[in-house]
């Protein structure tokens, strides 16, 4: 009993839901990176049940969770999202932690006609269809999803999220310190070599 107490006391503390307003403003304003894959041979009625359960997880979890996925175009659907992922990374510097598939979908592509051989010596047609897979990712805005969430659980998860985000965004950023003083130090090197041989 003093557990739950405890729990509500603290969810009265926390900012209350935000209005759908600020909530669509905020998103709005989010980064987004889009990865497609034109004229697959499958099915997208069987393609979309993929592309469905990627949609709405976090960049890690999809990845993850579509190793174990019993379904032939499930590593497609990873390399898709991988290559918007690569796309983030170098046009801002995101990491897959800071990315949510935000939309994952697929839609017909051009279907090729077959004879479909029927009794009686009659024939029909068959479509040997083709898919279309779009998905984009989003950035994630940490203090949104813990505003919006619910469940105590739920904004402790977000919380947790961000913390591992920020953790690698800080390793990340002192990596490309590193590296721009690496380079930093060698066009001095190489600026200093010049002059000693016009000296010479």
């Not at 976090?58 to 019993?70: I, K, R, S």
């Not at 077959?114 to 940490?142: C, N, P, Q, T, Y």
């Not at 066009?187 to 041989?197: L, P």
Request: aromatic share 4%; glycine share 4%; with cysteine.
């Amino acid at each position: 009993m003093s557990e739950r107490l405890v729990a509500s006391g603290f969810m009265c503390r926390l900012p209350k839901k935000p209005a759908p307003s600020v909530v669509s403003r905020r998103i709005a304003k989010l980064r987004t990176y889009v990865g497609e894959e034109k004229a697959i041979r499958h099915s997208p009625w069987r393609l979309n049940l993929v592309c469905q359960f990627a949609a709405g997880q976090t960049v890690p979890d999809a990845l993850e969770q579509l190793l174990y996925v019993q379904k032939v175009k499930a590593p497609l659907v990873r390399k898709v999202i991988k290559h918007a992922v690569r796309r983030a990374a170098r046009d801002d510097g995101l990491l897959p932690s800071q990315l949510e598939v935000a939309e994952c979908f697929a839609t017909h592509g051009k279907h090729m006609p077959r004879v479909k051989f029927m009794g009686r010596g009659r024939a029909g047609r068959m479509h040997r269809r083709f898919s279309h897979v779009r998905l984009v990712l989003r950035e994630i805005d940490f203090p949104l999803k813990i505003a919006t969430t619910k469940t105590l659980a739920g904004k402790q998860k977000w919380l947790d999220r961000m913390k591992i985000a920020e953790a690698e965004a800080k390793i990340a950023q002192e990596k490309r310190d590193e590296l721009e003083a690496l380079e930093k130090e060698a066009e001095e090197q190489r600026k200093k070599r010049e002059a000693e041989e016009k000296a010479k």
